[in-house]
């Protein structure tokens, strides 16, 4: 091993929430080498400047095979000490290859493929199936929240695995003040099955029907269908934005609601959170462990959520509920815990 260790990051999607993850991660641990192998959607551009925090980023190739001799190629190129395979495809890739890369990998599910709800029991079945056969070819899983972290264990008791927390970078918007007169409810991120955009518009017909000035607008892009479906609702779909407009969409929030199907831990509800912005959260299983009164099963619930927002004192208990259940979500404990499973991979080769 070289004297200052170098990772490999490699994934099937470098866009919005996992991309933001990546580069924390990039970022927070200076003292290695990091290098990136990435792929990206044609509906979720790259943000070049997060590739700043590589040494070297490769674009991959097409198809899966290609990709995982791709990133033998690549790994043994630059001679990295670890990989750190980032979502369910990147997974397989890094762990298949294993034979032909004998390095450790460390995995990051970033909500893992069997959690679905847009696929049968029998597909996710197959994916939970291969995900247990996988374990034996992982050096630790670097979950995104306690509950990632049970689900590992379930998979494999014999897997290494801690909870190593996203984080909000410093915003680039403005903390909202809560003064403000408008009112605008948000909703973000890839417009897909994944989000349950069809969620939004039940929350902004609700909300309309008793509060006709309330704007709605949902910072992201994606599927044209969906989106179309959002405009027909009257809800404003911004586009693909940059980092720092994304930021200041958010920063002009009275809500953010988080309507995801399923998730990891959605990096966009800490940056809300870090503009001041309340946050209410669909009750999924990945919301367990939130605040319960910021979950919510029906747009019914929003709605009662606003009323209770508008009292000052109700206000500011809600945001001491969530710096309560995020005070682990800080660079310091996500570094921490990095290094550690970092150091516990590389340990299994040595």
Known sequence: MSPRPSVLHVTESFASGVADAIESFARGLPDYDHH????????APADPSKLSAF???????????????????????????????????????ARLSGRRTPRPVVYSPHCYAFERRDLGWVQRGGFAAAERLL???????????????????????????????????????????????????????????????????????????????????????????FEQRLLASRITVTGWLSKSESMGELARSSLYVHTAAWEGFPIAILEALQLNVPVAVSRRPYSIGMPEQ?????????????????????????????????????????????????????????
């Open 36 to 43: 990136l192998l990435y792929a990206t959607r044609s509906e």
């Open 55 to 93: 040494a070297e980023a490769f674009e991959m190739t097409a198809g899966h095979g290609a990709r995982m001799s791709q990133l033998s190629q690549v790994a043994d190129r630059l001679g990295v000490d670890l990989i750190h395979a980032h979502s369910s495809i990147a997974g397989a890739y």
């Open 135 to 225: 374990a034996g070819r992982t050096a630790a899983v670097a979950a995104c929240s306690e509950r990632e972290r049970q689900l590992t264990t379930r998979l494999s008791r014999r897997t290494v695995t801690d909870v190593v927390p996203n984080i909000a970078r410093a915003a680039h918007g403005r903390a909202r003040n809560s003064t403000s007169s408008r009112r605008v409810i948000t909703a973000g991120g890839r417009i897909g099955p994944q989000k349950d955009p069809g969620l939004f518009i039940d929350v902004a017909n609700a909300i309309r029907a008793v509060h006709p000035e309330v704007e709605f607008v949902w910072i992201g892009g994606g599927d044209a269908r």
């Open 294 to 350: 910021a979950r919510f099963s029906s747009a019914g619930d929003v709605l009662r959520l606003l009323a209770r927002l508008s009292d000052s004192t109700a206000r500011k208990a809600f945001m001491d509920e969530w710096k309560g259940a995020t005070r682990a979500n800080t660079a310091d404990v996500q570094t921490e815990r990095l290094r550690r499973l970092y150091a516990s991979a590389l340990e299994q080769v040595r």
